[in-house]
Structure formats: structure tokens, C-alpha cells
């Protein structure tokens, strides 16, 4: 059974920080790269930070590079987004997503499975 589960969300005042999490199923883990992506509203989802799944290669936005930290623990299934000095562009839902093996990408259009996502509003 495929599930991703995004939580830890919320609001903050800029210059915050708040920590993601993605709660896979067990047998995902090791079979996918893992993203990011954030969606505000009236614009395109766009990739934030992605993950391999083999080593700790990863790549990031240049909107959020420097700020955000994206990690993975495969013992709890779970792969983290770490945010700092939060700004109110970065204002969105955020999702977590499978990849395949074979590419990591911040292109959506590369990712098969998706969560529901998490709100993230940083206003003052």
C-alpha cells in the first residue's frame, strides 16, 4: 500500500522555522528519491529540495537554497524538510513525492506518488 503522509505545518512570523515530515510506507523507502514541492496559490507547484535514495546527494530551489535542508531517516520512514529564516514567499502547501530511481529532479513530472499535503503560512 502506497501512503505518504505529510505533517508539521503551521503558521509562523518571518524569520521562523518550521520541520516537515513524510511518513512513508516501509517498503518505499529504499525503492524511490524523494522531493519536496510547494504549491501557492494561483501558481504552479514547483520542486524545493529533493533526496536520493541511496546516498546523501540532494538539490535544492535556488529560492531556497542556504535556508532549507531536506534529510531522510530510512529506520522511520520518513523524509524531513528543515526551514529556516522563513520568508512570506515561502507560503504554500507543500508535498512530499516518490521519484524514480533513475533521476533525481525537482520536476514534478518525474514524481509517482504524491501526499496530500502540508499548509505553511508565514505571515507577520
Known amino acids: 500500500q502506497v501512503q505518504l503522509v505529510e505533517s508539521g505545518g503551521g503558521s509562523v512570523q518571518p524569520g521562523g522555522s518550521l520541520r516537515l515530515s513524510c511518513v512513508v510506507s516501509a517498503d518505499m523507502m529504499e525503492r524511490h528519491n524523494w522531493g519536496w514541492f510547494r504549491q501557492a496559490p494561483g501558481k504552479e507547484r514547483e520542486g524545493v529540495a529533493c533526496?536520493?535514495?541511496?546516498?546523501?546527494?540532494?538539490f535544492y530551489a535556488r529560492a531556497v537554497r542556504g535556508r532549507f535542508t531536506i534529510s531522510r531517516d530510512n529506520a522511520k520512514n520518513t523524509i524531513y524538510l528543515d526551514m529556516n529564516s522563513l520568508k512570506p514567499e515561502d507560503t504554500a502547501v507543500y508535498y512530499c513525492?516518490?521519484?524514480?530511481?533513475?533521476?533525481?529532479?525537482?520536476?514534478?513530472?518525474?514524481?509517482?506518488?504524491w501526499g496530500r499535503g502540508t499548509q505553511v503560512t508565514v505571515s507577520s
Open positions: 513525492a516518490a521519484g524514480p530511481l533513475r533521476i533525481i529532479t525537482l520536476d514534478a513530472g518525474y514524481y509517482d506518488y
Open positions: 533526496i536520493s535514495s541511496s546516498d546523501e546527494t540532494t
